[in-house]
Nanobody, 122 residues
Framework: QVQLVESGGGLVQAGGSLRLSCAVSGRTIISRIMAWFRQAPGKEREFVAAISMYGGVPDYADSVKDRFTISKDNAKNTVYLQMNSLKPEDTAVYLC???????????????WGQGTQVTVSS
């Protein structure tokens, strides 16, 4: 019903920046909230940031607050994650997710992308 494709990952030095994109296609009308998660090798998937496609204040994990910014372009059905001041511990596969729900949350999203690798070297 909904397809998500992430892009923008890569290798960057500590202190650098990357911008991830997540393009949504299919039944985009049910894509009401969108989020970024990440999963490092051997670790559980963790919440990074979430935003409502209808506006409002985004939600951020404490570990990325003040360094990462989530934003959206409704006309393009695309969500972005601007990552600044990157640290080696930010290394992970970053996944985009969306859900028909109306309230931001940090888990239980219905639709997921395949992910994009972000590697931060020290």
């Amino acid at each position: 019903q909904v397809q998500l494709v992430e892009s923008g990952g890569g290798l960057v030095q500590a202190g650098g920046s990357l911008r991830l994109s997540c393009a949504v296609s299919g039944r985009t009308i049910i894509s009401r909230i969108m989020a970024w998660f990440r999963q490092a090798p051997g670790k559980e998937r963790e919440f990074v940031a979430a935003i409502s496609m209808y506006g409002g204040v985004p939600d951020y994990a404490d570990s990325v607050k003040d360094r990462f910014t989530i934003s959206k372009d409704n006309a393009k059905n695309t969500v972005y994650l601007q990552m600044n001041s990157l640290k080696p511990e930010d290394t992970a596969v970053y996944l985009c997710a969306t859900d028909p729900g109306m309230r931001l949350r940090r888990d239980a999203y219905a639709y997921w992308g395949q992910g994009t690798q972000v590697t931060v070297s020290s």
